[in-house]
């Protein structure tokens, strides 16, 4: 039946989520699976962007990666999200993302597809849970089989992560504080095993 497909989709400003996807990527493809990294279309206006510096350098640095599509997610057996935290949910360019699939959604075309995210914010209780949590009520209207991390190793302890999805928490120059990457990669092999295992059942 082939390799495991995984679509690789995220909303990144200045760049952590892009970090978290890429290290996604590279744990997927190590597993064997065949990996589309995807980033879902920037709302916000120019001027926005130009405001802030490191938002400005990431969405240029950041032009070459295709822009996700319906087609992404129909293909994929498996879906790895990863958005900033917006006030406890998911950036909006990914919840506009999400909304634009009702076509998908209708004919059960996202049915059984195995699902799973990542998120960031600015401190340990910023409101990564949830915003993960926001994520995977709207996956489960799409009858999706959520696969987070849990506990299912014990590095897990030790990236400050949590049993949602893979989290990372970002200073105020943008850099990340805690040892996230760990905890990246265990989430996605562990998508890749499970996916696997319903494909090839």
């Not at 004919?107 to 059984?112: D, I, P, Y």
């Not at 699902?115 to 990564?128: L, R, T």
């Not at 970002?170 to 996605?188: F, H, L, R, S, T």
């Amino acid at each position: 039946m082939g390799n495991v497909k995984i679509s690789i989709i995220y909303y990144s400003s200045t760049g952590t989520n892009y970090q978290l996807a890429k290290w996604a990527e590279e744990a997927a493809k190590t597993a064997g699976a065949e990996v589309r990294l995807r980033k879902v279309a920037e709302l916000a206006p120019e001027a926005a962007i130009a405001s802030n510096p490191a938002w400005q350098s990431h969405y240029e640095a950041a032009k070459d990666v295709q822009e996700a599509t319906s087609e992404d997610l129909e293909w994929a057996d498996a879906i790895l999200f990863s958005t900033a935290t917006r006030f406890g949910g998911m950036a909006s360019q990914l919840k506009q993302f999400i909304d634009m699939q009702g076509g998908l959604w209708a004919k059960g075309a996202l049915v059984n597809k195995v699902v799973s995210a990542m998120s960031s914010a600015q401190n340990d209780h910023g409101g990564q849970e949830a915003s993960i949590l926001s994520l995977y009520t709207s996956l489960m209207h799409w009858g999706a089989i959520l696969v987070p991390p849990g506990y299912t190793d014990p590095a897990l302890f030790g990236t400050g992560g949590n049993p949602y999805g893979a989290s990372a928490t970002v200073n105020g120059e943008g850099k990340m504080i805690n040892d996230v990457k760990p905890a990246v990669e265990i989430q996605a092999k562990r998508m890749i095993d499970i996916a696997g295992r319903l494909k090839n059942s």
